[in-house]
C-alpha cells in the first residue's frame, strides 16, 4: 500500500508557472507508475502525464505536451510536475495517482492509489 499527498497548487496568471508535488509513503516508490490527472468543475477527469516506475519514461496529454514536464526523485519518494505557460484552460483540480502496473496509463480506472488533490486556478 502506498500513500499519496499532493502539495503545491495556488492561483496563477495565465503565462506563469507552478510545479506541484506527489509526496509518497508506505511503499516501494520505484515500484510504481505515477500519474497526474485533473478535473475541472463539471467535466470528466482526464489524463495530464504519466511517468514509469523507475527508467524515466514519460507520456502526456495532447493539451499538455510541450509545456508541462512530469519527473520523480525516487531517493525522496516524490513525483513532480512542472506547468509552464499555463492557461486558464488549466484550471482544474489534479490529483496524483499510483500503480504497481496500470493496464493503462492514461486510464484513471487503472491506478489503485490516489491523492486528494490540489487546486490549480489560472486566471486570465
Known amino acids: 500500500q502506498v500513500q499519496l499527498v499532493e502539495s503545491g497548487g495556488g492561483l496563477v496568471q495565465a503565462g506563469g508557472s507552478l510545479r506541484l508535488s506527489c509526496a509518497a509513503s508506505?511503499?516501494?516508490?520505484?515500484?510504481?507508475?505515477m500519474g497526474w490527472f485533473r478535473q475541472a468543475p463539471g467535466k470528466e477527469r482526464e489524463f495530464v502525464a504519466v511517468?514509469?516506475?523507475?527508467?524515466?519514461?514519460?507520456d502526456y496529454a495532447d493539451s499538455v505536451k510541450g509545456r508541462f514536464t512530469i519527473s520523480r526523485d525516487n531517493a525522496k519518494n516524490t513525483a513532480y510536475l512542472q506547468m509552464n505557460s499555463l492557461k486558464p484552460e488549466d484550471t482544474a483540480v489534479y490529483s496524483c495517482?499510483?500503480?504497481?502496473?496500470?493496464?493503462?496509463?492514461?486510464?484513471?480506472?487503472?491506478?489503485?492509489?490516489w491523492g486528494q488533490g490540489t487546486q490549480v486556478t489560472v486566471s486570465s
Open positions: 495517482a499510483a500503480d504497481t502496473r496500470p493496464l493503462s496509463s492514461r486510464s484513471a480506472t487503472n491506478y489503485d492509489h
Open positions: 508506505g511503499g516501494t516508490f520505484s515500484n510504481y507508475y
Open positions: 511517468i514509469d516506475r523507475s527508467r524515466g519514461r514519460t
